[in-house]
T-cell receptor, first 116, second 115 residues
Framework: NAGVTQTPKFQVLKTGQSMTLQCAQD?????MYWYRQDPGMGLRLIYY???????DKGEVPNGYNVSRLNKREFSLRLESAAPSQTSVYFC???????????????FGAGSRLTVL | AQKVTQAQTEISVVEKEDVTLDCVYETRDTTYYLFWYKQPPSGELVFLIR??????QNEISGRYSWNFQKSTSSFNFTITASQVVDSAVYFC????????????FGKGITLSVRP
């Protein structure tokens, strides 16, 4: 099983450029998430999608947009990248809330983004 | 709003020592989940345990044990006889149990186990 797959693994952008981080899961999970990890800050939620067709803001949504394309895919877009968005980004998914492993997140391998 | 505090930022121990990682949480809800995740130097995040708020039994899994105390809002993690492979960043997290619940993470504790 691939689990959660994120692309790209590494990306360097210039300030003002745009890019999309792609995420796909093959576990038939309902919910999907985007977190960012910065030194000393832990993992902070950017956006999440509780189910196909819905998205909600997390703790740090400014400067980002998301699309839940279908049940499998959840993309994160930076429209105009800023140096403050230099971070490691993690996509995650979790099964429905009535499942045995409800709220247990499975994470992708992470995407390291540098904005110059 | 939910909050998770991991007051220890870095811990260094010598192999075979026992070490306890502290986690204190805040929530006004009566039903919730608590979690621990491990992030080894390779960077992936690995799920270790989920505990339901109404289950205060301590849990032991090999060298790992977890102490959940609602009275002090704590969910501490102990590694017995630590090994070099335990070196990692450890995150405690909290979520509510209803729909649209999401995990709130602490800032993590970096554990270094020296040979």
């Amino acid at each position: 099983n691939a689990g959660v797959t994120q692309t790209p693994k590494f990306q360097v952008l210039k300030t003002g450029q745009s890019m999309t981080l792609q995420c796909a899961q093959d576990m038939n999970h309902n919910s999907m998430y985007w977190y960012r990890q910065d030194p000393g800050m832990g993992l902070r939620l950017i956006y999440y999608s509780a189910s196909e067709g819905t998205t909600d803001k997390g703790e740090v949504p400014n400067g980002y947009n998301v699309s839940r394309l279908n049940k499998r895919e959840f993309s994160l877009r930076l429209e105009s990248a800023a140096p403050s968005q230099t971070s490691v980004y993690f996509c995650a998914s979790s099964p429905r809330t009535t499942a045995l492993r409800a709220n247990v997140l499975t994470f992708g391998a992470g995407s390291r983004l540098t904005v110059l | 709003a939910q909050k998770v505090t991991q007051a220890q930022t870095e811990i260094s121990v010598v192999e075979k020592e026992d070490v306890t990682l502290d986690c204190v949480y805040e929530t006004r809800d009566t039903t919730y989940y608590l979690f621990w995740y491990k992030q080894p130097p390779s960077g992936e995040l690995v799920f270790l345990i989920r505990r339901n708020s109404f289950d205060e039994q301590n849990e032991i899994s090999g060298r790992y044990s977890w102490n959940f105390q609602k009275s002090t809002s704590s969910f501490n993690f102990t590694i017995t006889a630590s090994q070099v492979v335990d070196s990692a960043v450890y995150f405690c997290a909290l979520s509510l149990t209803g729909a649209n619940s999401k995990l709130t993470f602490g800032k993590g504790i970096t554990l270094s186990v020296r040979p």
